[in-house]
């Protein structure tokens, strides 16, 4: 069974905060959370802000900021994969082009 992830009151307040300008489900996957969570987290804060989130835990921002990272990467590879296969195309068809002009000379 996996360690249980914990985190701080600072960081619990941070994700509250970006669910204002952005979409629960970009939070989620920028911080790799669950949205069962951030959404028990909401709730927790709108009950009680003075007394939500007492407990101590670790800041887990950093490994969210390497997921995403490693997402981007991994995004930036297939997009340089597609243009290479696109320029070799058109390489391809201009080389036919000028096969076909030579031919008609």
């Given at each position: 069974?996996?360690?249980?992830?914990?985190?701080?009151k600072e960081f619990k307040l941070d994700i509250l905060r970006e669910?204002?300008?952005?979409?629960?489900?970009?939070?989620?996957?920028?911080?790799?959370?669950h949205a069962v969570l951030i959404n028990r987290w909401k709730k927790?804060?709108?009950?009680?802000?003075?007394?939500?989130f007492s407990g101590r835990g670790n800041t887990w921002k950093e490994d969210a900021k390497i997921v995403h990272y490693e997402r981007l990467v991994g995004q930036l590879y297939a997009e340089i994969d597609l243009l290479k296969k696109?320029?070799?195309?058109?390489q391809e068809l201009?080389?036919?082009?000028?096969?076909?002009?030579?031919?008609?000379q």
């Amino acid at each position: 069974m996996g360690k249980r992830r914990t985190f701080t009151k600072e960081f619990k307040l941070d994700i509250l905060r970006e669910l204002e300008s952005k979409s629960a489900a970009e939070v989620c996957r920028q911080h790799g959370l669950h949205a069962v969570l951030i959404n028990r987290w909401k709730k927790e804060y709108e009950s009680s802000p003075k007394e939500a989130f007492s407990g101590r835990g670790n800041t887990w921002k950093e490994d969210a900021k390497i997921v995403h990272y490693e997402r981007l990467v991994g995004q930036l590879y297939a997009e340089i994969d597609l243009l290479k296969k696109t320029l070799a195309k058109q390489q391809e068809l201009r080389a036919e082009e000028k096969r076909n002009k030579r031919g008609m000379q």
